[in-house]
């Protein structure tokens, strides 16, 4: 155990372009599950506070939106959510998919914090992809800009390198008291994290634009006496026709996304769920201000 006087505590942003691993990365750091994967972009929509103790230290971490040029207001919103949680945090983690290289997208980001003044962290991910001989030039192509105090090579998904990222970190946020309890893994209430699990498995599911039209709400909580808990929960799209995609012939699908969620629901919370489903037409969601409030975006980005 710590003493009060040694502790240290941070928040560390995770930025990068879309489905670079940042979520991944999260919840390998936290060792839980507070952020929703899939191999789709654009899955994650808000910021989302993941807690992890090392040390002395307390790392807030911060998992952001893709940042990429957006287009939509819903879009609009999660990028700016992105760099608010860049601006706002003591240290800021930058994610390049080593696949990937510096694209577009790597590079607006590159560019926006030099120009903002900022260091930060690299995290080269997904070295699982690639051979240690194209990693070489492509870190040492990175160090040139100038901007990052550290690099780390990392695997999100087998966990390769996180440990010691971690570390780093903790070394690095600024001395000062825990603002956390030291069991608390995310700041996200229950029922949102059980609305994002069955949004996981719409974007698991689904595909072409159907995820991105859709909104999961939790309406109903409710705990019973035998220890397990009764959610029920709509989903929301925007047409007739992706209603009738989203249930599926013979309420197939509604049924498979239930069934998946209620068990990845079953996992996260450790208990017994029973989960209620029903999809809504709602028309226009994204041009919704309550909407963008109850996600924690800022609805004229
Ligand atoms: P985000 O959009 O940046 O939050 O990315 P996600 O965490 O949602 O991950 C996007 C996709 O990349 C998912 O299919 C992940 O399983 C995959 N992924 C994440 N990290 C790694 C990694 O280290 N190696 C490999 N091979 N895949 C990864
Ligand atoms: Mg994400």
């Known amino acids: ?3 009060e006087e040694e502790r240290r505590c941070g928040h560390v942003a995770l930025v990068g372009a879309p489905n670079v691993g940042k979520s991944t990365l999260l919840n390998e750091l936290i060792g839980a599950k507070v952020s929703i994967v899939s191999p789709k972009v654009q899955t994650t929509r808000s910021r989302i506070l993941g807690i992890a103790i090392e040390g002395a ?3 807030i971490f911060v998992d952001t939106p893709g940042i990429f040029t957006p287009k939509r207001r819903l879009e609009r919103a999660m990028v700016a959510a992105a760099w608010a949680g860049a601006a706002d945090a003591d240290l800021v983690v930058v994610l390049i998919d080593a696949a990937r ?3 577009e997208d790597a590079r607006r980001i590159i560019d926006g914090l030099k120009s903002a003044g900022r260091r930060a962290v690299l995290a080269l991910n997904k070295v699982d992809l690639v051979s240690p001989t194209r990693l070489l030039p492509l870190t040492a192509a990175l160090d040139k800009e100038g901007i990052f105090a550290a690099v780390f090579m990392v695997s999100a998904l087998s966990g390769d390198g996180v440990a010691d990222l ?3 970190l903790a070394g ?6 825990w603002l956390f309890p030291e069991d608390q893994l995310t700041d996200l209430p229950q029922r949102l994290i059980a609305a994002e699990i069955t ?7 689904l595909h072409q634009e159907l995820p991105y039209a859709t ?7 409710q705990e019973r006496e035998d220890g397990s808990v009764r959610v029920a929960q709509t989903i929301h799209v925007q047409r ?3 209603k009738a995609i989203v249930l599926g012939k013979a309420g197939r699908q509604i049924k498979e996304i239930g069934a998946r969620a209620r068990a990845e629901l079953e996992r996260v919370l450790g208990r017994r769920v029973h989960l209620f489903l029903f999809v809504r037409v709602t028309e226009d969601w994204t041009e919704d201000r309550a909407r963008y409030r109850d996600m924690g975006l800022e609805f004229e980005s």
């Open 1 to 3: 155990m710590s003493s």
């Open 57 to 59: 230290a307390q790392l």
């Open 101 to 103: 290289g510096v694209d």
């Open 166 to 168: 971690k570390r780093h």
């Open 172 to 177: 690095a946020v600024p001395a000062g008291p």
């Open 199 to 205: 949004r996981e498995q719409v974007f698991l599911q």
């Open 215 to 221: 909104f999961v709400e939790t309406d109903e909580w």
């Open 240 to 242: 007739d026709s992706q």
